[in-house]
Every structure is written in C-alpha cells, then in structure tokens.
C-alpha cells in the first residue's frame, strides 16, 4: 500500500523567496516520487521524479527535491519564486510494479509580488 | 511523444442529464489510460483505468461509468448526472505507454446545475 501527504492546502511566499512545499509518503516497497505542476484549467505536468538513483533530483523551472528514506518525505524547493510559479502542485508516488501512482490531495503556491 | 486531446474542454449540463467525455491519445500504441476527477479541496482521484480495449478496472463507486472501444480512445460517461459529478476531468496515460510518470491531457470543466 502507498500513500501521500502534502502538508498545507495553501502556500503564500513573496517573490524572490523560498518556496518549500512539504510531502510525505508512505510506501512498504522502495518509491517512485513524482512532483506534477498544474497551471489554472490544464493538465497536470511532471516537474521532477526520483527513481532510486540521486537522492537530489533537478527538475524544470528551477524546482528541485530530494529524497530522505528516514524522514519519508520528499520536499519540492525552489531558491526563488517567480509570479510565474503560482500554481497547484502535486506530489505522487509509484511502487514500480503497479503503473498506478497515488496523488496527493495538493498544494496551491500563492506568490505574491 | 504522445499528445493526449479532451473533448469538450468545457461542458455546462443539467441534473440528471446523461454525459459523454471523451479522450484520445496520439503518439503509442496500446497505452495504459486513466480517468481522474479534480474536485475543489479533493485532490486528484482516480475513477477508472484501462489495461486494454475493452479492459476497464473501477477504483470509486459512483454512477459514473467507463470504456475503452478502440486502443487510443477512452470514454467516460453516465447516464444521470449529479450534482456532486460536477469537477476537472483528466485522461491520462504513462509516458512511453507504461510505467508510473503519467502523461496528462488538456481536461473538461464539468458543472452539473
């Protein structure tokens, strides 16, 4: 069984500041870890995904997570948000067996100019 | 790549109305497809997801219904609409046709009034 928990429905960060967006997983196999962005009315797009190899994954738009197996999280960063970043993001995980991620319920990024 | 089309992007429909929402995938051959359902504050749930044509596998039970005619087009439908069906409709399959990074379409916008 697998499970995700993104904590805070709602994010608010300045432009320029930090964003750090908190997920969680529970999974009884090694995960795959997906953070997806989804802009207002389309579909979801892959940001980044940890497949068991470095445990710091870059992805697009200056993102990044790394992966921490004790703490069983997955925390997506970036140095500096851009209005650009306002978005809904998701964090998902996959068990590499069953092609069926399970999503996180998401977190709204609010950037503030 | 594959490139994932949604029709109608935007459907307005009365309770109790029945509802056809259609998805087709370009791009590969016998993909794994999936229906998620976005609710405000719900997340991303998964409704249905399909292996094969006429291989449909039902995650929540509801009075909303799937089928898979042909190896690219992946049909969602209901024959009463409810209120609580109201929602963003995603198709979705996995990057390169199988495997956990999941490739999603444009979406409906669905109001049942």
């Known amino acids: 069984a697998q499970s995700v928990t993104q904590l805070g429905s709602h994010v608010s960060v300045s432009e320029g500041a930090l964003v750090l967006l908190r997920c969680n997983y529970s999974?009884?196999?090694?995960?795959?870890l997906f953070w997806y962005v989804q802009y207002p009315n389309q579909g979801l797009q892959l940001l980044l995904k940890?497949?068991?190899?470095?445990?710091l994954v870059k992805g697009i738009n200056g993102f990044e997570a790394e992966f921490k197996k004790s703490e069983t999280s997955f925390h997506l960063t970036k140095p500096s948000a851009h209005m650009s970043d306002a978005a809904e993001y998701f964090c998902?995980?996959?068990?590499?067996?069953?092609?069926?991620?399970?999503f996180g319920r998401g977190t709204s990024l609010i950037v503030h100019p | 790549s594959q490139t994932i089309h949604q029709w109608p992007a935007t459907l307005v429909q009365p309770v109790g109305s029945p509802l056809s929402l259609e998805c087709t995938v370009e791009?590969?051959?016998?993909?794994?497809l999936y229906w998620y359902r976005q609710a405000a504050g719900r997340g991303l749930q998964l409704l249905f997801y399909?292996?094969?044509?006429?291989?449909i596998s039902s995650e929540v039970p509801q009075n909303l219904s799937a089928s898979r005619p042909q190896d690219r087009q992946f049909i969602l439908s209901s024959k009463k609409l409810l209120l609580s069906d109201s929602g963003f409709y995603l198709c979705?399959?996995?990057?390169?046709?199988?495997?956990?990074?999941?490739?999603f379409g444009p979406g409906t916008r669905l109001l049942v009034l």
């Open positions: 399909s292996v094969g044509i006429g291989q």
């Open positions: 940890y497949t068991s190899a470095a445990t």
């Open positions: 979705a399959c996995p990057a390169g046709g199988t495997g956990e990074t999941q490739y």
């Open positions: 791009g590969t051959s016998n993909p794994n």
């Open positions: 999974s009884s196999v090694p995960p795959y």
């Open positions: 998902a995980v996959g068990s590499g067996g069953s092609y069926i991620p399970t």
